[in-house]
């Protein structure tokens, strides 16, 4: 599975953004797809996972209300929809699959998409 992150950019907070995950290859509508993101001098921490019937989903507590992850198998596309951003949410955004295993830990994807830089300004 190769994975391309796009739709990122700068926004002013309150704003909003959505970044999209498209991926190659037909393994991708067995897979869980998660969104990650690493902001300068910080870790990289889990932001949204979606499993690959799109029926289960799981969102970190900093985002919860204001983010959401959707699919869309027959593009090969997953979303991140993002509303309401917050300058604390500006990061590298990365996406990431992992073939029928549902988990949000970063270790446990083995395919990773390139990341896209969202800034909010406050």
């Known amino acids: 599975v190769q994975l391309q992150a796009s739709g990122g950019g700068l926004v002013q907070a309150g704003g909003s953004l959505r970044l999209s995950c498209a991926a190659s290859?037909?393994?991708?509508?067995?897979?869980?797809v998660g969104w990650f993101r690493q902001a300068p001098g910080k870790e990289r921490e889990f932001v949204a996972a979606?499993?690959?019937?799109?029926?289960?989903?799981y969102y970190a507590d900093s985002v919860k209300g204001r983010f959401t992850i959707s699919r869309d198998n027959a593009k090969n596309t997953v979303y991140l929809q993002m509303n309401s951003l917050k300058p604390e949410d500006t990061a590298v955004y990365y996406c990431?699959?992992?073939?029928?295993?549902?988990?949000?830990?970063?270790?446990?994807?083995?395919?990773w998409g390139q990341g896209t830089l969202v800034t909010v300004s406050s």
């Open positions: 979606i499993g690959w019937s799109a029926g289960r989903t």
């Open positions: 290859g037909r393994t991708f509508s067995t897979s869980t």
């Open positions: 990431a699959a992992e073939r029928f295993q549902w988990t949000t830990i970063a270790t446990e994807y083995h395919y």
